[in-house]
């Protein structure tokens, strides 16, 4: 009620209310890097999308700014009942945005919209082995696994909670309602979305009443936008100017940039090609002046460090420039063109990426043929059911934290971004997905990833730090999973 009577004041009214009673916070504008090609929290693989509604829906389990995971919309860590199923106890008296209750049929209905086959939901390497719920009682729901899953825990951090009434008759795409500490206002397509604070939240009203998200790709304009005070938070701050920002930011984030091959594609097939690929690249020199500290080369693997079945013995690839020409001419490959998709503006510093290793595998004697695509035709480049790219850059994140992510999404064949017909690796992924047996399962993701390594499937890049630039207001500590949680941040006037 104090909000709303102080809106109808006007901006000088608003400023001497706010200087006068301090307590209550003001509206931000948070530019991205990509517009969301959807608001459907369960639908596309789109980290736009995520970034405005992890704040407008919930999980069963969340995480901690640090990475460990807590309850959520559960009241308490679940119990595994048996071989293949866990029990979530659920929070009670908490409704959606539009007055939904949420309790075990808003879980069974959320966890059947996402793996039904129909919706080609682009999450499903987050998911692996889910199969099915069951409702229980009203406040307790079984989740249903295809054999052992040891890490399901961890899944129901990625999978949002949707009402189901309004996902059925509703428009979630455009119109997404959640249990979250902010409800959506709209969306300016091509220019905006607003969301606002959900005064009756269960964990009690956030801080910041307004949030503005500006969709921003050039780098040079979001910096542009910040130092002139138009822009509270913006991602992706270039390194070199940390030091001329208002504020800044960074955190070991859980990013990992890799160029997925087309290891059935008539050039890279070709293991001489994908070995070359990868002894073309000077990574140490990308890390130092590309990213000045901020990215640390990834040790020939995709994985992220702080992710269960990390190999830590694996080795960076060396930069070996001669014999990558050597491999190229030995292949019959010196002229042939090598096509390289990628986007532009969604990850710290990826066309620089993408162009910079281009340069080196055209030094190889390959032509190389870079397109730089829309966002969302590149998730359809990405995920989608045409043909493999050569080669096609990504960032590739961990919300999981466990090896299973990259596993799922970059190698298996049933997986959305997999290049590859290795049955044989499929096979070892999907026995180390359902392995209960720690030990087991980490020796087994060790000499998966050797193997990997070996074959060239994947070009890795760099571990990158998550770099974010700040108004001088603004008061936030970033989070080791990227996630921008308004309902953390605070603003001094």
């Not at 866990?86 to 959606?96: C, D, K, Q, S, Y």
């Not at 499903?124 to 890490?151: M, N, Q």
Request: proline fraction near 6%; charged fraction near 25%.
């Amino acid at each position: 009620m104090i909000r709303k009577c102080l809106n109808a004041l006007g901006t000088t009214a608003l400023a001497l209310a706010v200087g006068t009673a301090g307590a209550w916070a003001q509206s931000i504008t948070i530019a991205i890097g990509s517009e969301p090609s959807t608001l459907d929290p369960q639908l596309r693989d789109d980290g736009g999308e995520r970034q405005v509604n992890d704040n407008i829906y919930e999980t069963l389990m969340a995480r901690k700014a640090d990475g460990a995971l807590i309850p959520g919309l559960a009241a308490a860590a679940p119990e595994r009942v048996s071989e293949s199923a866990w029990e979530f106890v659920l929070r009670e008296g908490i409704e959606f945005h539009n007055g939904e209750p949420f309790n075990a049929d808003a879980v069974v209905a959320s966890v059947e919209r996402i793996i039904d086959p129909t919706n080609k939901s682009e999450q499903l390497a987050y998911l692996g082995t889910i199969v099915s719920a069951e409702k229980v009682d009203e406040t307790t729901v079984r989740i249903l696994t295809d054999g052992p899953d040891p890490i399901l825990p961890s899944r129901m951090y990625w999978m949002k909670m949707i009402p189901p009434q309004h996902a059925q008759s509703g428009n979630l795409d455009e119109q997404p309602v959640g249990t979250g500490p902010y409800k959506f206002v709209d969306w300016q397509h091509g220019s905006e979305i607003r969301i606002e604070a959900n005064e009756g939240y269960w964990g009690g009203a956030p801080e910041i009443d307004e949030v503005t998200y500006r969709f921003v790709t050039e780098s040079g304009t979001r910096l542009s936008g910040l130092m002139s005070g138009e822009f509270d938070v913006i991602t992706n701050l270039l390194p070199e100017y940390t030091s001329a920002v208002p504020k800044f930011a960074a955190v070991e984030g859980l990013e990992t940039s890799v160029f997925i091959l087309g290891a059935d594609n008539a050039l890279t097939s070709d293991p001489k090609v994908r070995e070359a690929l990868n002894l073309a690249i000077d990574r140490e020199s990308m890390a130092k002046n590309l990213f000045g500290g901020y990215a640390t080369v990834a040790k020939g693997q995709p994985v992220n460090p702080k992710a269960f079945g990390y190999n830590p013995d694996l080795q960076p690839y060396p930069y070996d420039p001669e014999r990558a020409k050597a491999l190229i001419a030995e292949a019959g490959a010196t002229g042939k063109t090598l096509r390289v998709n990628g986007e532009s503006g969604r990850w710290l510093k990826d066309r620089e990426q993408i162009e910079a290793v281009a340069g080196y595998w055209a030094e190889t004697g390959l032509e190389v043929d870079i397109v730089i695509e829309e966002f969302s035709q590149y998730l359809d480049s990405l995920m989608g059911d045409g043909p493999r790219p050569d080669s096609i850059f990504l960032a590739n994140s961990n919300e999981l934290l466990d090896a299973d992510r990259e596993s799922t999404f970059l190698l298996h064949m049933n997986g959305p971004a997999y290049s590859n017909s290795d049955t044989g690796l499929t096979e070892k992924l999907s026995k180390a997905r359902t392995m209960i047996d720690e030990q087991e399962r980490q020796a087994l993701y060790h000499e998966v990833y050797e193997y990997v390594r070996g074959q060239n499937y994947l070009v890795p890049l760099f571990h990158l730090q998550d770099i974010y630039g700040l108004s001088e207001r603004m008061e936030w500590t970033p989070r080791v999973d990227a996630k921008l949680l308004v309902s953390e941040m605070s603003v001094t006037e």
